[in-house]
């Protein structure tokens, strides 16, 4: 089946550096890799879509000079947190849909947990 | 823009009753159902979906209904196991343009306990 590797599991920085999470498509090619960010005991809210080779498309209020997204290739894409504050402490979770299945589902990565202190 | 709400937020049952959550959307051209499980500390997991061409889908003690001129959609569990214990979220995505790049938009999760 699809799967979706999200690497680190588990981060902790300082304020003030940037940390960089990978998301990695294995089987299959990837349209379209969306960002999730969930805080404690809340849904998943879209922080942004990003397109294989092309600029992210952000939600509203997310800042695009913060949160980076690069989708280099069909199978990687990254988000990362730039000049990170202990208010970015939270649960981050990409998706990837499948590339040439008609609304094809999202398959999660398992989630990058990351602690600014 | 799409909004999912979710219900109830927080479900108790008892091992072998069964359990639904319910999940109303606002956008008409959603078409496209996705459930999703959410173990402690771990990432979503899709456990079924459903899209617009279909009223009903089920898959062992997993079911999941479409009612698309009320827009909304259910999530049915029977027989549940301890193991079903878990947080539940719908979503609902349109597509975009030609491709299918549409965003799931999530409802706000249901944490289900089943008691043994």
């Known amino acids: 089946g699809a799967v979706v590797s999200q690497h680190p599991s588990r981060v902790i920085c300082k304020s003030g550096t940037s940390v960089k999470i990978e998301c990695r498509s294995l089987?299959?090619?990837?349209?379209?890799m969306f960002w999730y960010r969930q805080f404690p005991k809340q849904s998943l809210m879209l922080m942004a879509t990003s397109n294989e080779g092309s600029k992210a498309t952000y939600e509203q209020g997310v800042e695009k000079d913060k949160f980076l997204i690069n989708h280099a290739s069909l199978t990687l894409s990254t988000l990362t947190v730039t000049s990170a504050h202990p208010e970015d402490s939270s649960f981050y979770i990409c998706?990837?849909?499948?590339?040439?299945?008609?609304?094809?589902?999202?398959?999660f990565g398992q989630g990058t947990r990351l602690t600014v202190v | 823009g799409e909004n999912v709400e979710q219900h109830p937020s927080t479900l108790s049952v008892q091992e072998g009753d069964s359990a639904v959550i319910k999940c109303t959307y606002s956008?008409?051209?959603?078409?496209?159902f996705p459930w999703y499980k959410q173990e402690l500390g771990k990432g979503s997991q899709l456990i079924i979906d459903i899209r617009s061409n279909v009223g009903e889908k089920k898959d062992q003690r997993i079911a999941v209904t479409l009612n698309k001129t009320a827009k909304h959609f259910s999530l049915h569990i029977t027989e549940t196991q301890p193991e079903d214990s878990a947080v539940y979220f719908c979503?609902?995505?349109?597509?975009?343009?030609?491709?299918?790049?549409?965003?799931?938009?999530f409802g706000q999760g249901t944490t289900l306990q089943v008691k043994p």
């Open positions: 089987d299959f090619q990837a349209t379209t």
């Open positions: 956008d008409s051209a959603s078409n496209y």
């Open positions: 998706s990837a849909r499948v590339r040439d299945r008609a609304m094809g589902e999202a398959f």
């Open positions: 979503a609902a995505s349109t597509r975009s343009g030609s491709g299918n790049t549409g965003k799931l938009i």
